[in-house]
C-alpha cells in the first residue's frame, strides 16, 4: 500500500550522517550521498559526539556537503559547553553558510557529570535565539517513548515543551516502530502547546544485532512481533533486510498517511535501504 499523501510526490525527505573515521569512509559517505541527493532532500544533518568528541570531522563533512549545493544541517550539543565555546562555534557555523542546527543535550560521556554552563538542551535553544536571532532553522530532539534517562513521560514532555518555548522550529523524533506512539505524542505535546512540526526519525533495519544495540542505548521499543522475526531469520542476512524493508515501508506509509510532515533517515551513511523505501512510497 503507498501513502497518497507521498506517492509520486517531492514528499519532504532529509539524511542524516556521522562524521567517518577513515579515508575509506570517507569516499563511501560521498557516494552514498550522491545517490540519496536523486531524492533531492530538504536537507542532510551531521552528528557529533560526546562533549563535541568528533566536532572536527563533523564540521569537514558539513563543509563538504554544503560545497556539493545541499543544505546541510549541523549536530550541536552543549554537554560540557561553555557560553564562550558556543559561541564560537555559532560564529563558525554561520561562517560556513550552515542555516539549520539540530540543538541537543547530547548524551553524557561515562563517569561524566552535567557540567558545563548549559544543563538542558532548552537552554541551549535559548542562547542560540538570543545571540543569533532567526539565523538559523533550529531542530530539536523528540522521544515519541519516552527519553531513558527522563525522571518520567511528563517529565520528558515537559522538557520537550520548553525547547519550543526556548525558540525551536521543528522537532525530529528518535526511531521508533510504533506509529501509534508518534500520534500520541502529538496529541500530548499540542496539549502543552508544543505546536511546532514533529518529524518521524526513520530507522532502516539491516541488522539485528545492530538494532537491538541501538534500541537499547537509546530507549526505543522494538515490539515483540519485530523481535521474534528478526530472530526466527537467525543469520540470513537478507531475509533481514527484505523484512526490515517491508516493515518501515508500512511504518512511513502509515506515518504520510497520518499526517507527518516529513521524514527523516538515519542512514548509517548508507544509502540502499532509504533509496528503496522511499522508491515504494512514491517519493
Aim: hydrophobic letters at 45%.
Amino acid at each position: 500500500m503507498i501513502a497518497a499523501s507521498a506517492e509520486g510526490t517531492g514528499f519532504p525527505v532529509s539524511f542524516e550522517f556521522f562524521p567517518p573515521k577513515t579515508p575509506q569512509g570517507a569516499d563511501r559517505l560521498r557516494a552514498a550521498r550522491q545517490e540519496l541527493y536523486t531524492l533531492h532532500p530538504d536537507f542532510c544533518s551531521v552528528t557529533y559526539g560526546a562533549g563535541g568528541s568528533t566536532q572536527a570531522g563533523s564540521f569537514a563533512t558539513v563543509r563538504e556537503i554544503l560545497a556539493e549545493g545541499m543544505g546541510a544541517a549541523a549536530h550541536f550539543s552543549c554537554v560540557g559547553a561553555t557560553h564562550e565555546l558556543v559561541r564560537e562555534q555559532l560564529v563558525a557555523l554561520e561562517a560556513m553558510g550552515v542555516k539549520r542546527l539540530v540543538a541537543l543535550r547530547g548524551d553524557l560521556p561515562s563517569g561524566y557529570g552535567l557540567g558545563g554552563e548549559f544543563q538542558h538542551a532548552g537552554d541551549l535553544v535559548a542562547f542560540i535565539r538570543a545571540e543569533t536571532g532567526s539565523n538559523f532553522h533550529i531542530e530539536v530532539a523528540a522521544y515519541p517513548e519516552t527519553h531513558p534517562q527522563a525522571r518520567s513521560p511528563d517529565a520528558d514532555l515537559q522538557a520537550y515543551a520548553a525547547k519550543v518555548r526556548a525558540g525551536a522550529n521543528s522537532a525530529i523524533t528518535q526511531f521508533f516502530y510504533n506509529s501509534d506512539a508518534y500520534l500520541r505524542f502529538l496529541e500530548d505535546a499540542q496539549r502543552l502547546g508544543a505546536e511546532v512540526p514533529v518529524v518521524p526519525g526513520i530507522m532502516p533495519i539491516s541488522s539485528s544485532t545492530q538494532l537491538m544495540r541501538f534500541a537499547d542505548a537509546c530507549g526505543a521499543e522494538i515490539p515483540r512481533w519485530i523481535r521474534l522475526r528478526l530472530q526466527a531469520f537467525g543469520d540470513d542476512s537478507a531475509s533481514i533486510r527484505a523484512f526490515g524493508l517491508d516493515v518501515v515501508t508500512d511504518l512511513c506509509d502509515r506515518l504520510c498517511a497520518a499526517g507527518a510532515p516529513a521524514l527523516h533517515f538515519y542512514t548509517l551513511n548508507q544509502s540502499a535501504a532509504a533509496l528503496e523505501i522511499c522508491r515504494r512510497l512514491g517519493i
